[in-house]
T-cell receptor, first 111, second 110 residues
Framework: DTEVTQTPKHLVMGMTNKKSLKCEQHMGHRAMYWYKQKAKKPPELMFVYSYEKLSINESVPSRFSPECPNSSLLNLHLHALQPEDSALYLC??????????FGEGSWLTVV | LAKTTQPISMDSYEGQEVNITCSHNNIATNDYITWYQQFPSQGPRFIIQGYKTKVTNEVASLFIPADRKSSTLSLPRVSLSDTAVYYCLVVQRRDDKIIFGKGTRLHILP
């Protein structure tokens, strides 16, 4: 089972809203990732958690707030976003071989 | 981090073998070469990973010369459903900073 599950699949939010994206994996992977992807561009790394601790933050604006409640769950809390933050947000997980498994993504539209 | 260079796009026909080459001149001793495939509106999917020589699985082959400064992903007898973006990544086994380059847009024609 190499499944990473992301919810919701689609989210529309206003610039003053607070919302969250959720990600779950049951493969026992130690690392979990958030990537952002705009149309026709490669995925951009945002955050990495390793053993439930934030290990990499790629200078992401504070309106994006990650959280790793346990080894299977990863959240991305969203607040005061801008229209340019509209994108596909991808969650992924990996074990030691750095083969990363991606979810299907959450499409975010900020209006 | 080793920088990778791939063709921006390629076209091929159904039934052909497709080879996509990736340059990684400053690859380090501990780096592995990994390829991902991404269809529109989906997350990237792992295809194959290798360190040196040749690796083959049910989907593709990966050829890595002795100097490891380049690698070639080979897709045998492609079909229309192989139309996708293919990313070459060079990563260390214990480095979580996994960065994607621009990738190669492969378009398979009937």
């Amino acid at each position: 089972d190499t499944e990473v599950t992301q919810t919701p699949k689609h989210l529309v939010m206003g610039m003053t809203n607070k919302k969250s994206l959720k990600c779950e994996q049951h493969m026992g992977h130690r690392a979990m990732y958030w990537y952002k992807q705009k149309a026709k561009k490669p995925p951009e790394l945002m955050f990495v958690y390793s053993y439930e601790k934030l290990s990499i933050n790629e200078s992401v604006p504070s309106r994006f707030s990650p959280e790793c409640p346990n080894s299977s769950l990863l959240n991305l809390h969203l607040h005061a976003l801008q229209p340019e933050d509209s994108a596909l947000y991808l969650c992924a997980s990996s074990q030691e071989l750095n083969t990363i498994y991606f979810g299907e993504g959450s499409w975010l539209t900020v209006v | 981090l080793a920088k990778t260079t791939q063709p921006i796009s390629m076209d091929s026909y159904e039934g052909q073998e497709v080879n996509i080459t990736c340059s990684h001149n400053n690859i380090a001793t501990n780096d592995y070469i990994t390829w991902y495939q991404q269809f529109p509106s989906q997350g990237p999917r792992f295809i194959i990973q290798g360190y040196k020589t040749k690796v083959t699985n049910e989907v593709a082959s990966l050829f890595i010369p002795a100097d490891r400064k380049s690698s070639t992903l080979s897709l045998p007898r492609v079909s229309l459903s192989d139309t996708a973006v293919y990313y070459c990544l060079v990563v260390q086994r214990r480095d979580d900073k996994i960065i994607f380059g621009k990738g190669t847009r492969l378009h398979i024609l009937p």
